[in-house]
């Protein structure tokens, strides 16, 4: 499985260290080990989640330029944990209503020794912050405008929302409340993965 992974970020521009690489197949067996018993993805076969969960998610890696990162709705650490073992330098607060998610979680960042992720079991609306996040990263929304409505209180002044999603949707963005907007839109080379993925960056307006 090492030597696929490896494979697959040959084909980007990301560098990766061989501790991180090790972290990575890490937390893909443990989220196939746990998923026979607790049901935390979809995604069955682990080579597969090298495309659709690990790759989807670090991609991203090269766009986050702050340090302090909430992922909302993170299910069991996704994009979140990816992005943690690429980043260590950054911090991640990981979010999720489910208790068997943030077990999960938990166990990850303890058997893996990752020191950048603070997971909380909170619903997003309810979750009260100490200070304002650099972005609010999520792949879980349904829409845009949800993910804004609900994580508003999320971000610092000039802070962004970072959503990760397949094809880019027009009317999404039309129906975004008045008070954010779509800054940049980039489109994502994700290796062996079929259909499109994009990162929509949102900011509040001024």
């Not at 992922?71 to 209503?97: E, H, W």
């Amino acid at each position: 499985m090492k030597q696929r992974l490896v494979q697959l970020i040959a084909q980007t521009d990301l560098q990766v260290t061989e501790q991180q690489l090790d972290q990575l197949i890490g937390y893909v067996e443990l989220l196939h080990k746990w998923n026979k018993a607790y049901n935390l993805t979809s995604v069955r076969d682990p080579n597969e989640m090298l495309v659709k969960h690990i790759m989807d998610s670090i991609v991203v890696s090269k766009y986050l330029g702050g340090t302090n990162y909430i992922d909302v709705g993170t299910g069991p650490g996704l994009p979140g944990i990816p992005l943690a073992i690429m980043c260590p330098d950054k911090s991640f607060t990981l979010l999720d209503s489910l208790g068997k998610r943030i077990r999960f979680i938990r166990q990850v960042i303890h058997e893996l020794k990752i020191t950048n992720v603070t997971p909380v079991q909170s619903r997003v609306e309810e979750f009260k912050a100490e200070y304002g996040f650099d972005a609010v990263l999520s792949r879980a929304f349904a829409s845009m405008a949800d993910m804004v409505n609900w994580c508003h209180h999320l971000p610092k002044s000039g802070g962004q929302f970072l959503a990760l999603k397949g094809q880019y949707n027009e009317q999404e963005a039309a129906d975004l409340p008045e008070w954010c907007s779509v800054v940049e839109v980039k489109s994502l080379q994700v290796p062996d993965l079929e259909g499109e993925r994009h990162l929509v960056v949102l900011t509040a307006k001024d």
